[in-house]
């Protein structure tokens, strides 16, 4: 019985570690934002329609953003913290 019980919650893990191995991310940097459509598109061309079109504001051209496509197809936007110059607020 106690190998069962330890088997249900690996068992989950590895559920949970390949739905998060599903998703795609791009990096990038805004060039342009649509709050009010929910589009966003990054420097190349890359353009983008975000799940929460309110994600948007706030986001300035310049920033460096992290772009994720889940399994399920909703597309979320985060700035991206592990660029050198993110959080100085521009000074």
């Known amino acids: 019985m106690k190998k ?45 329609q975000v799940s929460e079109p309110s994600l948007l504001r706030g986001l300035a051209p310049g920033e460096h953003v992290i772009v994720t496509i889940n399994e399920n197809n909703s597309v979320g936007i985060q700035e991206d913290s592990s660029y050198a110059g993110a959080g100085d607020g521009g000074y």
């Open 4 to 48: 069962n019980l330890l088997f249900i919650p690996l068992a989950g893990l590895m559920f949970v570690s390949g739905t998060a191995l599903a998703a795609e991310t791009y990096n990038g940097v805004v060039a342009r934002t649509d709050p009010n459509s929910g589009h966003v598109e990054l420097l190349g061309g890359t353009t983008f």
